[in-house]
């Protein structure tokens, strides 16, 4: 039965994308997650025919769909057999085919006018980041010792909670073989999905979600990274929970933040919620979520202090879900 389901969604699957403007929208949302105006502008047809189209892609399991805030974005579906088809298919797509590299030449022109707006959003809050950003080390520095912590075990899938600009999955980008990136703010994800889009990250996605409520079953990823994200949150211990319960047994979480400090301003100027935090206080809250921590590596700045806090779940959790909310329960042996 479940082979004759498989055998059908293939068929699904072909027949979906045996058309045309179809296998063109296939090849095109390959390179990014596109929404409805961006084809319409490349494809240079109407927005009703292109909705039918990107519909009998989604519906044949070729492409999924994710609605952020009032946008669509359709992208290659990620997971089973459908999806393995959608990537074979494209790969036998030649780049020298001249229809196809008219379209590729018109996603470069609408990928730039996405960066201008992202930029215009970025250069409207870059002052205050910039500022802050004199507090602390440099950054440089915290990008070659998080590359050199992420770089010491092969990663499957990566998950940057907080992704902002996706700054994280640039870094890290060439150490994974896939990563997601998410954001609850759509403006954020914009610039993110302009700059993973300008550096030809095919393999990392964006996503718009809280990290409350993180919309992955359990024990997914193998890393997951929290980077200067956790100061603003106002749970920390949920937010470090709901982290661990994605994490595969065996797989790491990364919390990149400031040691505690006293600069209050950074409350009233910056929205920070917490003022850093302290070893002691993150060595209870990673191990309240389940985490046996390493010891930290600190970045001392002036006057800032840059933290790597690595954690991992324990390789031998036996963990399941209880199917309800998802959440990881440890089985009972
Ligand atoms: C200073 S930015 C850091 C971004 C990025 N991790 C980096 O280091 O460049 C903080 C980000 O946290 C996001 N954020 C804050 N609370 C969040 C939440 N509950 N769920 C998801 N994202 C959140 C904000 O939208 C913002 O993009």
Redesign the pocket.
């Known amino acids: 039965m479940t082979n004759d389901s498989s055998l059908d969604r293939l068929l699904q699957g072909l027949r979906a994308v045996a058309e045309g403007t179809r296998l063109r929208i296939l090849a095109l949302c390959a390179h990014g997650e596109l929404t409805v105006s961006d084809l319409v502008e490349i494809l240079g047809q109407s927005q009703p025919r292109v909705s039918r189209h990107l519909k009998l892609l989604v519906e044949g399991g070729l492409l999924e769909r994710q609605q952020e805030g009032n946008w669509a974005f359709y992208r290659l579906t990620e997971r089973g057999p459908v999806a393995a088809l959608a990537r074979q298919i494209v790969d036998l797509i030649p780049d020298d085919d001249a229809e196809h590299a008219l379209d590729l030449k018109r996603l470069e022109e609408v990928r730039a006018g996405w960066a201008v707006k992202a930029e215009a959003y970025f250069r409207h809050n870059a002052a205050d ?1 910039d500022r ?1 950003r004199t507090l602390h080390v440099d950054e440089a520095k915290v990008d070659v010792a998080l590359r050199r912590l992420i770089g010491r075990e092969p990663v499957g899938e990566l998950l ?9 999955l640039e870094l890290l980008g060439d150490k994974v073989v896939g990563a997601i990136g ?4 759509l403006d ?1 994800l914009k610039v993110a999905r302009a700059n993973v889009m300008r550096a030809g990250l095919r393999h990392c996605q964006l996503r718009h ?4 409520r993180l919309p992955f079953q359990a024990g997914r990823f193998d890393v997951a ?5 956790l100061h ?3 749970d920390p211990a949920a ?1 470090l929970a709901e982290a661990a319960r994605v994490l595969r047994p065996g797989g790491r979480l990364v919390v ?1 933040d400031f040691d505690e400090h006293q600069h209050s301003e950074l409350r009233e100027n910056h929205a920070h919620r917490w003022l850093g935090f302290s070893e002691a206080r993150m060595a209870r809250l990673l191990e309240q979520a389940g985490l046996v921590a390493e010891a930290p590596e600190r970045l001392p700045g002036k006057p800032l202090t840059v933290c790597l806090w690595t954690a991992r779940r324990p390789a031998n959790d036996t963990l399941t879900s209880d199917g309800q909310d998802g959440r990881l329960r440890k089985e009972v042996v």
């Open positions: 980041w802050v940057d909670i907080a992704t902002g600009t996706g700054r994280v998410i954001d609850r703010s954020m979600a809280d990290m409350n990274v929290l980077h200067m994200a603003y949150v106002e937010a990149v």
